[in-house]
């Protein structure tokens, strides 16, 4: 019913940067929240960041100040522009959504998208 595809990950140098972008296909009436998770190899899916429908963003402290969320609600997009890369944020990067299917919500998940920072 809902797709998210996401794209934009790859392999970068150390300082480097990187933009993740994520679209929402379907039968979607509207989305509430978004945001991108990520698990590295051996370790817990963690929160990066989300953002509400019309809401303030969140991050977690490990990415304060290098990483920023946006959203065009138009394009139902979320994206995640990663900046000065290290490489514990190696990881696979999933985007996520919270949608309003007729008269239900559900959350929905991207297949995810490999980042590799290594010099």
């Known amino acids: 019913q809902v797709q998210l595809v996401e794209s934009g990950g790859g392999l970068v140098q150390p300082g480097g940067s990187l933009r993740l972008s994520c679209v929402a296909s379907?039968?979607?009436?509207?989305?509430?929240?978004m945001g991108w998770y990520r698990q590295a190899p051996g370790k817990q899916r963690e929160l990066v960041a989300t953002i509400p429908s019309g809401g303030s963003t969140n991050y977690a402290d490990s990415v304060k100040g290098r990483f920023t969320i946006s959203r065009d609600y138009a394009k139902n997009a979320v994206y995640l522009q990663m900046n000065s890369l290290k490489p514990e944020d190696t990881a696979v990067y999933s985007c996520?959504?919270?949608?309003?299917?007729?008269?239900?919500?559900?959350?929905?998940w991207g297949q995810g998208t490999q980042v590799t920072v290594s010099s």
């Open positions: 996520y959504a919270r949608v309003l299917v007729t008269i239900r919500w559900g959350d929905y």
């Open positions: 379907g039968s979607i009436f509207s989305i509430g929240t």
